[in-house]
């Protein structure tokens, strides 16, 4: 069993910058990777970015490749998603989910197990 707790997002003009943080608690040894998902309203779910727990090799989106980053801290069980150049388009609400697969498809989110809260990001134009 595991929980994830998200914090970090906000209001913030366009060009701007936030960092979402993903804390896991709970049994997260098996934890092999961390993708970071949104939902605008009216629109589905979709990929965002990605993280292989134990090597830390990532993958994104194209629509935020240049201006994402996702990174993690292993000691601290924490997940980020570091969110530059911020455009209106970025609005949505965003989560994490942690999946203890040895191998999964990052967009599918049938293949995760364990879901963040959601987090607002709201980009004002």
């Known amino acids: 069993q595991v929980t994830l707790v998200e914090s970090g997002g906000g209001l913030v003009p366009a060009g701007g910058s936030l960092r979402l943080s993903c804390a896991a608690s709970?049994?997260?040894?098996?934890?092999?990777?961390v993708g970071w998902f949104r939902q605008a309203p009216g629109n589905e779910r979709e990929f965002v970015a990605g993280?292989?727990?134990?090597?830390?090799?990532?993958y994104y989106d194209d629509s935020v490749k240049g201006r994402f980053t996702v990174s993690r801290d292993n000691s601290k069980n924490t997940a980020y998603l570091q969110m530059n150049s911020l455009r209106p388009e970025d609005t949505a609400v965003y989560y994490c989910?942690?999946?203890?697969?040895?191998?999964?498809?990052?967009?599918?989110?049938?293949?995760?197990?364990?879901w963040g809260q959601g987090a607002q990001v709201t980009v004002s134009s």
């Open positions: 993280i292989f727990w134990r090597s830390g090799t990532t």
């Open positions: 989910a942690g999946t203890s697969r040895t191998s999964w498809n990052w967009r599918l989110d049938y293949e995760y197990d364990y």
């Open positions: 709970g049994r997260t040894f098996a934890t092999r990777g």
